[in-house]
Nanobody, 121 residues
């Protein structure tokens, strides 16, 4: 079994910064893509940023230039550095990872429990 645990969510003022972390643990052979999603009340869950094992990244237009996704493959951890935060960034942020477990030939999709980010003065 694989677990993803996020941390770093908080209340921050507009223009402020936060860094989210997500650590994967368990019976892990390899992690392919990792990603951050977010879901605001009344909205669908949306993709924020992705990063593959080789390091290539992709961002939603709404966060380009403000958010940076990175990963530490040795620690099975993905990060989301969020700068110039806006009230519309308020949401629960979820970590997602495509993981191949030890002894398995296929990859499965895993989600974290979410961490709340609130941007408000």
């Amino acid at each position: 079994q694989v677990q993803l645990v996020e941390s770093g969510g908080d209340l921050v003022q507009p223009g402020g910064s936060l860094r989210l972390s997500c650590a994967a643990s368990g019976s892990i052979a390899n992690i392919d893509a990792m990603a951050w999603y977010r879901q605001a009340p009344g909205n669908l869950r949306e993709l924020v940023a992705t990063i593959v094992s080789a390091g290539s990244t992709n961002y939603a237009d709404s966060v380009k230039g403000r958010f940076t996704i990175s990963r530490d493959n040795a620690k099975n951890t993905v990060y989301l550095q969020m700068n110039s935060l806006k009230p519309e960034d308020t949401a629960v942020y979820y970590c997602n990872a495509l993981v191949r477990s030890i002894g398995s030939a296929s990859y499965n999709n895993y989600w974290g429990q979410g961490t709340q980010v609130t941007v408000s003065s």
